[in-house]
């Protein structure tokens, strides 16, 4: 199973340390840590490196991005600055990381040095002074970037002063979600519960209507006895197939071309393995699907989960799965042993019919 990737996005040489202590933490949580200096991206030749770079950010399972005093690299398709001016506006690699993150709703994950905090709050009463000596930051636009990333919703924001702080809070963070996400498992399974609940009780009600159409009608006591019989056989049927519906079997036929109507069908008159993918191809599986049925049946999980849906039927287990699995290599078998003969017989001489047939 392929591990969750956090990518890692910051400038590097201020942050290097942070992003090696992240590197391990995530390690240690059994993610993957998708960060560029340890060769994790995936460049491609023909394009900007930037643009591999917000490819993966795209990709990622989760996104942290950390905010430090260095703004970064200018991304592509401007200007190569060198030095740029402490005033000039441009996005850099960084923020396009985290504007392509955003774009796919990747999870996103922003900690700030408290000290660039501390000094963008004189920032927003000096905006538009451009003589204000800032400790910091190499850039106004680190300051432009925090006030973006404080406007998105669905952003989790850290002021931060040690990695410690990181670790502890993305912890948290983390475990909180996988929380919900239980919860959240938890709640749609007890809403499909509740579900199959009310649709049982749909027909039941159904059931009393029935009854006490046949009680005000004046219906005599054969007729009632015939449709409370009838009525039990319907509701027990049901309650068969809402049985069926929860089998594991069942739910891998319904992501087939095999209506429920025919897979149950098959299910209910089938005597053996055999009989049943037959009755499964004349309900439209297609040959594909029936290799992989036929491989299928040799697992014994699968052919568990035949025999207890045969059982809610009150019949009993099919005893040749793995003769049904190894059918089709027995007909190829016999195909070739048919075709290496003939191919034996056209090969060697035709024996003559008489004495004047012989070769000169």
Sequence with gaps: MARPRVFISSTHYDLKHVRASLDLFVGSLGFEAVLSEKGSIAYAHDRPLDESCYREAEGADIFVMLIGGRYGSRESGGERLENPDFYLRYNSITRGE??????????????IEKGVLSEFGVFRLNRDRADVAYAHV????VFHLVEHVMSQSRVAVLPFDRFEEIQSWLREQWAGNYRDLLRRQTELGQISSLAAQ???????SETLKKYMEAVLQGADPKQSATLIAEEDQRLEELRRQELLRSNGWTQFMARTSVPFADYY????????????LRLLRAGGLGEGAEQLVRHMFTL?????EIDEARKVLGLPRFTDFEDAAA??????NAKRAVSRRDGERRASP?????PGELAD
Excluded: C, M
């Excluded at 014994?300 to 568990?304: I, P, S, T």
């Design 327 to 332: 059918q089709p290599r027995r007909y190829e």
């Design 98 to 111: 985290f504007e392509h993150a955003r774009r796919r709703n990747v999870p996103t994950y922003v900690a």
């Design 300 to 304: 014994a999980w699968v052919q568990n």
């Design 138 to 141: 190499d850039s106004v636009n």
């Design 265 to 276: 069908q098959a299910l209910q008159q089938a005597s053996s393995a055999n009989e049943f």
């Design 198 to 204: 009310i649709g049982e009780l749909k027909e039941v």
């Design 350 to 354: 035709r024996p003559a019919d008489g």
